[in-house]
């Protein structure tokens, strides 16, 4: 692997993960002026307002809410935020909670049980400020009454090894939840509110980040029922229950456009994939790369997604096209693994073996896919660097790259190589970058 290529990338991405940095994108989002607090369209006299609660949760509540405790640093703050495990630190005024991610525990339910009892002191003529980031959905939990909470959790397990998308999951999850769905502005109600949302799905769609807790939810009982049967998912008994009473409108569905509750509520996107790639170009053309934002909508199975990536190369490598070398080409989006057996890697990493395996023996390209949170799957890396050496360079090893795929085992490849990337968590989360150069 060219060691030149390898630098620049990781200087690409580190401008990307910089442009969304969440205390940066809350402090492009609100402006203060006295007692007059802007957002996006908004105006708010913080005159007005008994008490301003605020509730962050996420991969980036900390920063977000170390964000908002500076610009509102004279008021007396209220509320808590939940975050990650080992992403905590101490705030002035807001409590610091850590639950569980990509799965819920018992830390998540507790949150969800305080929220909901913070949300139940509100009046009209307080202020509700929700800080709302990628994870949330499985660190503030609270399934709908008579759900088991083992059920609720081996649930989501289940969800996020089938192949569904995010968005489908997130369906399930909203029709489980008291939060999701709606559920957190209902509980605000009949206080005014602000949510500040950095966004971790593609197309940043309100209703699916964090599973949409302040906004309405277009999908039904219908829709969990449909996804249920299309990835061939065994309910236990509770949820099953659950999903025949909403199948047979006996309980509530989700809060829906034209409920008053909405009337109140005030949404701004403040950090997405998108604003992360624009950096990531900027920088790239800086040093002397000619650079094409392809796309930030990238979805799909990670291994076959890769095989787009290497047709590019391959068209840079022969044609010099769709841009003149030197050439970066940099995209985002959440791609999914659908697991058959069990090693070790994520969804970025995966796409970078893939991509090593299809371009074997072409010289001169090289490809970074990496997670903005630092984190790909259950491991310590962001992801991973492939390049036409890859392969061989494994093979020298003992390792088959293509046995190593199709056992998922991505991490102990890239391990193996000294190619995997190690950043850290970076306390941001706005999906995936890719980075393609070529020479």
Do not use: W
């Amino acid at each position: 692997m060219r060691n030149g290529l390898k630098k620049d990338a990781a200087e690409i991405l580190k401008s990307a993960i910089e442009a969304v940095e969440p205390s940066v994108a809350v402090k492009r989002a609100l402006a203060r002026d006295k007692n007059t607090l802007r957002v996006g369209t908004r105006s708010y006299d913080l005159d007005n307002f008994q008490n301003i609660y605020v509730i962050a949760f996420g991969k980036a509540s900390v920063p977000m809410s170390k964000a908002l405790e500076e610009i509102l640093h004279d008021l007396p703050l209220k509320g808590m935020l939940i975050t990650k495990y080992g992403l905590g630190s101490k705030l002035e005024r807001i409590e610091v909670y850590e639950a569980a991610h990509p799965l819920p525990d018992e830390n998540s339910l507790k949150a969800g049980q305080m929220v909901k009892e913070i949300l139940s002191r509100t009046e009209k003529d307080d202020l509700v400020i929700f800080l709302i980031s990628g994870g949330g959905s499985s660190l503030l939990a609270l399934p709908r009454k008579d759900v088991s909470f083992k059920e609720f959790v081996k649930l989501h397990e289940t969800m996020l090894t089938s192949g569904a998308t995010i968005k489908e999951i997130n369906t399930v999850r909203k029709h489980l939840s008291m939060v999701k769905g709606g559920g957190l502005a209902r509980m605000a109600f009949p206080a005014q509110s602000i949510s500040l949302v950095l966004s971790d799905v593609v197309g940043d769609p309100l209703d699916v980040v964090a599973s949409g807790p302040t906004v309405p939810d277009s999908s039904t009982f219908e829709d969990f029922n449909d996804i249920v049967e299309r990835y061939h998912i065994t309910l236990l008994p509770s949820i099953s229950r659950l999903l025949e009473d909403g199948l047979n409108g006996l309980i509530e569905e989700t809060l829906k456009a034209g409920d008053p509750v909405f009337d109140l509520c005030y949404i701004k996107l403040v950090g997405t994939n998108c604003i992360a790639l624009e950096a990531a170009a900027k920088k790239a053309s800086e040093m002397g790369y000619n650079t094409l934002l392809l796309s930030s909508y990238i979805s799909g199975e990670s291994k076959e997604i890769a095989k787009v990536f290497a047709a590019l190369a391959r068209s840079e490598l022969l044609h010099a096209r769709p841009m003149p070398r030197p050439a970066c080409i940099v995209a985002g989006g959440e791609t999914t693994v659908t697991l058959k057996n069990g090693g070790k890697g994520g969804r970025c990493q995966e796409m970078a073996l893939s991509f090593a395996i299809e371009t074997e023996d072409h010289e001169g390209v090289l490809f970074l896919a990496a997670g903005t949170d630092g984190i790909d799957g259950p491991t310590d890396a962001a992801g991973a660097f492939a390049d036409g050496n890859s392969v061989e360079k494994a093979s020298m090893q003992g390792m088959d790259a293509r046995t190593m795929l199709a056992s998922h085992d991505s991490y102990t490849f890239f391990d193996g190589i000294d190619d995997l990337h190690k950043i850290g968590e970076t306390g941001t989360n706005v999906m995936d970058i890719y980075i393609l150069l070529a020479e």
